[in-house]
Nanobody, 124 residues
Framework: QVQLVESGGGLVQAGGSLRLSCTAS????????LGWFRQAPGKERDFVAA????????KYADSVKGRFTISRDNAKNTVYLQMNSLKPEDTGVYYC?????????????????WGQGAQVTVSS
């Protein structure tokens, strides 16, 4: 069992930056694929980014490429999402997720564990 807790959300103006953190319980954190998803009001929960256990292989949604960076610190059981050049359309609740093995990194149904979410609001 893995428990995930997000932090670092908030209100920021367009063009600003935020860093989200997600800390996990469990001794096997380093073996999990970790992802970030976001959900805008009235919309589906969409893939944002994911990172392989080795902290090298990553994947991003086209809408955030070049602006967001996912990373992980296995010693701290923490995954990060650095968000730069934020836009109003980045507003939503951001969730981190974890899974041991995965076929499609962008499919939310493949992730087994989820955090409670962190609100990010970008004002224009």
């Amino acid at each position: 069992q893995v428990q995930l807790v997000e932090s670092g959300g908030g209100l920021v103006q367009a063009g600003g930056s935020l860093r989200l953190s997600c800390t996990a319980s469990g001794r096997t954190f380093s073996t999990y694929v970790l992802g970030w998803f976001r959900q805008a009001p009235g919309k589906e929960r969409d893939f944002v980014a994911a990172i392989w256990w080795n902290n090298i292989v990553t994947k991003y949604a086209d809408s955030v490429k070049g602006r967001f960076t996912i990373s992980r610190d296995n010693a701290k059981n923490t995954v990060y999402l650095q968000m730069n050049s934020l836009k109003p359309e980045d507003t939503g609740v951001y969730y981190c997720a974890a899974v041991r093995t995965i076929n499609n990194w962008e499919r939310r149904s493949e992730y087994d564990y989820w955090g409670q979410g962190a609100q990010v609001t970008v004002s224009s």
